[in-house]
């Protein structure tokens, strides 16, 4: 998955909310077999029309024909965004039978890697921190900085990416975060994985082991 799909995204989803009181969470699933929790009072964006044509763009500056069936093959799970200004919540998955291989544990590492280098395109990035965690099976990568959007300097958020492997795909969620308020919703939001349920996406500890060199 060539994760500059999701760095377009995330900034063409940030528009102005006005934010409301907490709610209860809701559940967002997809078919290939993860869900996430975002409170309900997060407006649920439909990003349809605005991937056809990232990835149009996005297509044309692919440097191989992996990349380039990657970007075609690549699907929107969630898109949710909340307060003013906007934090959004974004997670994009690449099914497998779709992109014609099956990734594995060792493939991790430079998938999300290429989603991280991704997000400079559209991110002025600093202060990167890195680490690997697991949910039950599932290995996952993550990173987390501060960034404004390029040309918008006056805009500062915490961006934070984790992605992990799953039997059907691989799948990636950002936050584009502009308080701890957002941030602490992304992390702590409940996820399923093949089945398996998690109390949080992020655990407390993701940041303690850093990725192998």
Excluded at 20 to 25: E, I, K, R
Excluded at 142 to 168: D, F, Q, W
């Amino acid at each position: 998955m060539n994760a500059r799909l999701l760095a377009s995204l995330l900034v063409l989803s940030s528009g102005p909310l006005i934010a409301q009181a907490p709610a209860a969470p809701a559940v967002h699933s997809s078919e290939l077999g993860f869900s996430f929790s975002i409170p309900s009072d997060w407006e649920v964006v439909d990003a349809q029309p605005t991937l056809a044509g990232v990835k149009e763009q996005q297509a044309q500056s692919a440097s191989s024909e992996d990349e380039k069936k990657g970007i075609a093959c690549v699907q929107i799970a969630t898109t949710a965004k909340h307060g003013q200004p906007a934090s959004v919540i974004l997670a994009m998955a690449l099914p497998f039978d779709c992109f014609g291989q099956v990734m594995t544990d060792k493939d991790l590492a430079g998938f999300a890697q290429g989603a991280s280098e991704g997000l400079k395109s559209s991110f002025d990035l600093t202060d990167p921190a890195f680490g690997t965690y697991s949910l039950g099976g599932h290995g996952m990568w993550i990173e987390r900085a501060k960034g404004s959007p390029k040309g918008h300097p006056e805009m500062n958020y915490t961006v934070e990416i984790t992605c992990g492997l799953l039997k059907k795909g691989a799948v990636c969620w950002m936050a584009m975060a502009a308080d701890d308020s957002a941030l602490h919703i992304f992390e702590n939001g409940a996820a399923v994985l093949d089945g398996d349920s998690f109390p949080a996406l992020v655990p407390k500890t993701a940041f303690d082991k850093k990725p192998s060199a």
